[in-house]
């Protein structure tokens, strides 16, 4: 049967290369300034909502808007229902990118824009082969319901309102990972870490002045650049020139392996900036972070209060230690293996101090609870506080669950591949169901783009996964 699924999708890519452009011009990321009554996460993010709403709506399906948090397209009339769950909002797009990101362009059979891979272009393949099995005329017995979200890289505050109003199918999928099948998501912790200000000495005595630290917008992307203005005083202009500072700053960024520049904004002010190299929060070990990296150059000035126990975090605590072992933290399991931490969104002002979130992705058979108070206890001995804190659950499905033997079958007909049961760091909608896992797009050997500057996904891949996704559909509902 998969010859027949393979041969319908290759016969809608003129039609879905053309829709998928049009749906990845649209700027989904979240902007809460221009959040309003029914588009909560923003104008941009409700566009894209609307689209595909709007889409399922002019092929005859039944469709529904909740609140502008999250929206379905269903088909079918059975009692029990098969869940297919997507996400329209994207992260932000950061510097670097060879073509605009919301202006999507094909080069060597992909399609490059921000939310390609991520989760745009697999959301509208999982509805067009929803489309392709309400054409087959194939009868099913279950309805499904293809669940379309609008928060889930900030807060899922999307699929909160969701599970409040709405129900939740117990089994499906979530097209936002990798083939052959994740079964195993890590949980997470995500805390902001906050220490207050301390008032500047006076006098002559005074050294370096952190006045303000930015790093990061995007708690679950590892932070790409980093900009630090710092004011020396008395002290410190006695002791350093100019060309001094810009040697010694030379010789660190060449024995970081970096990038970045210092300017003399006036007689006694410094700005750093740096360099470094994005990746999804998940695997924060395959970027380089830029806030803790200009932290280590900082910390080794003489900087006092709130300002030195920042520099001191960001340096001392978290720089390279992906795994958590300073925080206390550091565990793994043999199911999803290590927990990771990246520190995301890095931030100093002399009225506000200093603020660090951290996305901690702890392994799926570990207690949350038990690793929450572990960190509270850490973070006082470092004499900081806990302003804010969320969890959100690990997820597991056996081996032997229905679903997982069907869409394992599924891959394997259509690949002639053995299905790999993985787990991931990554956290997708698919733990929103009781029986849920995460089902491509990416195939194995593919390099994933997701959350990165020139974000692509290769076109014959989505049809791929459309077919697989009809497939699936059909076999999960039939």
């Not at 990321?29 to 399922?56: C, W, Y």
């Not at 001191?312 to 958590?324: A, K, Q, R």
């Not at 572990?374 to 032997?400: C, F, M, N, Q």
């Not at 591949?417 to 009781?434: D, F, Q, W």
């Amino acid at each position: 049967m998969s010859e027949y699924w393979k041969k319908q999708a290759l016969l809608q890519k003129e039609a879905f290369v053309d829709e998928l452009v049009a749906f990845l011009s649209i700027n989904s990321i979240e902007d809460m300034t221009t959040a309003t009554e029914g588009k909560p996460f923003g104008q941009g993010v409700a566009a894209a909502l609307e689209a595909m709403l709007e889409r399922g709506q002019q092929d005859g399906f039944a469709t529904k808007n909740l609140d502008g948090y999250a929206g379905t397209i269903e088909y079918g009339d059975g009692e029990e229902e098969i869940g297919v769950l997507v996400h329209i909002d994207v992260v932000t797009v950061g510097e670097g990118w060879t073509t605009p990101p919301f202006e999507p362009t094909i080069r060597d059979g992909r399609m490059y824009a921000r939310g390609a891979l991520d989760d745009k272009g697999p959301a509208l393949a999982a509805y067009y082969a929803l489309r392709l099995v309400r054409d087959s005329g194939l009868a099913l017995s279950k309805k499904v319901r293809l669940i379309i979200g609008t928060d889930e890289e900030s807060g899922w505050l999307c699929m909160k309102h969701f599970a409040e109003h709405d129900r939740v199918p117990p089994v499906g999928f979530s097209p936002d990972s990798a083939f052959p099948m994740i079964h195993a998501e890590k949980g997470q912790i995500n805390p902001t870490l906050t220490i207050a200000p301390t008032q500047r000495s006076a006098g002559a005595d005074r050294g370096w002045m952190l006045l303000s630290f930015v790093s990061g917008d995007q708690g679950n992307s590892v932070p790409d650049k980093a900009e630090a203005v710092v004011e020396l005083g008395a002290q410190a202009k006695e002791k350093f020139g100019f060309a001094q500072l810009a040697a010694e700053w030379d010789a660190f960024l060449q024995a970081m392996g970096a990038s970045g520049r210092i300017e003399q904004v006036d007689s006694d002010k410094l700005t750093f900036t740096l360099a470094g190299k994005p990746a999804h929060g998940m695997a924060p070990q395959e970027g380089v972070n830029a806030g803790t990296m200009l932290a280590c150059f900082l910390r080794e000035q003489s900087f006092e209060g709130s300002a030195s126990s920042f520099l001191s975090l960001l340096s001392d605590i978290v720089h390279e230690d992906y795994y958590g072992h300073e925080l206390h933290l550091a565990c793994e399991d043999e199911v999803s293996g290590k927990l990771t931490v990246n520190a995301g969104i890095l931030r100093y002002s002399e009225t506000d101090g200093g603020s660090v979130r951290l996305n901690i992705r702890y392994p799926a058979t570990i207690s949350c609870e038990e690793y929450v108070e572990k960190l509270r206890t850490r973070v006082a001995e470092l004499g900081w506080t806990i302003a804010s804190l969320r969890t959100s659950k690990s997820h597991y499905v056996p081996a032997d669950h229905p679903v997982i033997q069907t869409l394992s079958k599924v891959y394997e007909e259509h690949t002639g591949e053995p299905t790999a049961l993985l787990s991931s760091g990554g956290a997708t909608y698919a733990k929103i169901m009781p029986y849920g896992v995460a089902y491509g797009p990416l195939f194995p050997g593919k390099e994933s783009t997701a959350h990165l500057v020139d974000e692509y996904v290769e076109i014959d891949d989505l049809l791929r996964a459309m077919a697989i996704y009809a497939q699936a559909i059909y076999e999960l509902a039939k």
